[in-house]
């Protein structure tokens, strides 16, 4: 089902628009649920790539703690050794 929607913008922006989905061998509005569905998707992708980069981060800090706490078991079990 489709619902009709009423948009409003700058005409040079609809002559950009109606070239385009000529081109492109579409009417107005499949360029424009196309166009709408590719910016939807680009919204997604970069909340997601936003969200790894922070799980990035986070795990980044916790790998650093485990580095730091095993240098230091490995400090005193060396120095137990050669005592």
């Known amino acids: 089902m489709m ?6 913008m700058p005409p040079d922006l609809l002559k950009a628009v ?5 081109k492109l061998k579409l009417n107005r509005s499949q ?4 166009a709408l569905r590719e910016m939807l998707e680009r919204l997604q992708q970069e909340e997601f790539e936003a969200l790894l980069a922070e ?3 986070e ?3 916790e790998n ?3 580095a730091e706490e095993s240098s230091d078991a490995q400090t005193v079990a ?4 050669w005592r």
């Open 59 to 61: 795990m980044a800090g």
């Open 31 to 34: 360029f424009v649920r196309q």
């Open 18 to 22: 109606d070239e385009a989905a000529r």
């Open 78 to 81: 060396t120095k137990e050794v």
């Open 3 to 8: 619902i009709k929607v009423m948009v409003t």
């Open 64 to 66: 650093t703690a485990i």
């Open 55 to 57: 799980g990035y981060k």
